[in-house]
């Protein structure tokens, strides 16, 4: 590892090398030493940005937002098929995505009793449920409906958070079936809960 490698790219590397550990090893190996070796790096210069492991797990979590956050940002949503490119962003269905879900899911329980990382853990939730709320109200809009018989008819957030449960019932399926498992399946499913959508709001929308 270049010893002339600046604090941000040391931070990235350790990012990757500890999300590594975690899906391979699990929750208790990720500690500076394991992930030291993983990113190729001595203990002490791992330690110099992120000098304890609880600094380290906090760093892990942060940077699955940070990676989820910054796909969701990359989506164009100037034209047509955008809804279904943000919701695609929310299911693993490649080795970056199910890593970055198989760390999630770790360090998700793990906030369950440990404070420090609940508030990454509630923005990655904010996260999930905007983008679906942003991909249903797309769709709804591609009806004609806004603040016509449709928005009168239905919750838009009801959907929204169907949606969300949609979406992490299918990333917890895809990570559980092992990364042997084809995820296409997924995006098939996504696929046809995206043509409900379409369909209901299209039939709301044409009502008296």
Known sequence: MPRSMDREERLRVIARASWRVLARDGLASLSVRNVAAEAGLAPSSLRYVLPTQQALR??????????????????DRSGAGWPRELLAQLVPLDDERRLEM????????????DETLRPPRERYERTLRRACRDAVDALVQETGGGAGPVDAAVDLESWARVTHALVDGLALQIVHRG??????????????????????????????
Do not use: F, K, N
């Open 179 to 208: 990364p042997d498992d084809d995820p296409a399946w997924g995006g098939r499913v996504l696929d046809a809960h995206i043509d409900q959508i379409r369909t209901l709001a299209r039939a709301l929308s044409t009502q008296d």
């Open 58 to 75: 906090e760093h892990a979590v942060e940077s699955s937002v940070a990676g989820l956050q910054g796909r969701l940002a990359a989506v």
């Open 102 to 113: 198989e760390v999630y899911v770790a360090l998700g329980v793990a906030a369950l009793t």
